[in-house]
């Protein structure tokens, strides 16, 4: 499925967004500290340590930043679906033993309930109120257990300028988006991260089937 946002992505924008903001784990957690206070990979840590999981899959992982943290912490299987080619042929330099590939999250191409664990991190945000029913909705299809973000955070689903563009990001509370939807996930821990220069906050959430 094509939209307004899935073009702007996969312009130019999308591949210098990707070259800008592509790191490696050291890199990536003093980023974290720097802007939270905190590093990603404690973050992972605190939500993830006492879980039992084997696949996980990203979508939206661009680069695959996040994808190997994750693997530095010992997890296995790692898979990523990106929707842009440029980030995905990159991803593929920067990163060994994962699954990346091209695809939409309208249309995850894995069947249902493949993964232990399907995640985004900075990507729902991109997505149009119009449109994110379909990508929550395909998360939830191939999640076996648990669905966990890390997003852009505010009480009310809003829009705001993004680097001079209008219709490319919306803040909101998706957690309660996904909870609203599906009547049988329940949150098993969400925290709210307040940037270091900022009053804008992220929140990081984890949802588990029941």
Not at 162 to 185: A, I, M, S
């Amino acid at each position: 499925m094509k939209t307004e946002q899935t073009d702007f992505w996969t312009s130019s924008f999308g591949s210098e967004y990707s070259e800008r903001n592509k790191m490696d784990v050291a890199e990536h957690d003093d980023w974290y500290v720097n802007e939270f206070g905190v590093s990603r990979t404690e973050m992972n840590r605190i939500f993830l340590s006492e879980l039992e999981v084997n696949r996980v899959l990203e979508v939206g992982c661009n680069v695959g930043n996040q994808l190997r943290c994750l693997q530095s912490m010992g997890f296995p299987q790692l898979y990523g679906i990106e929707l842009q080619q440029y980030a995905v042929e990159r991803a593929k330099e920067l990163t060994k033993g994962m699954n990346i590939i091209q695809g939409s999250a309208f249309d995850i191409p894995y069947k249902d309930g493949y993964f232990d664990i399907v995640f985004t991190s900075g990507v729902l945000i991109h997505i149009s109120p119009d449109d994110i029913s379909l990508a929550m909705d395909e998360m939830y299809r191939v999640s076996g257990k648990y669905i966990w973000g890390f997003e852009y955070h505010n009480a009310e689903y809003v829009e705001i300028d993004y680097r001079g563009n209008k219709d490319k990001l919306w803040k909101g509370d998706f957690k309660q988006l996904f909870l609203d939807r599906f009547p049988n996930l329940k949150l098993v821990k969400a925290e709210s991260y307040k940037y270091s220069q900022s009053e804008n906050r992220d929140e990081m959430y984890l949802l588990e089937k029941v």
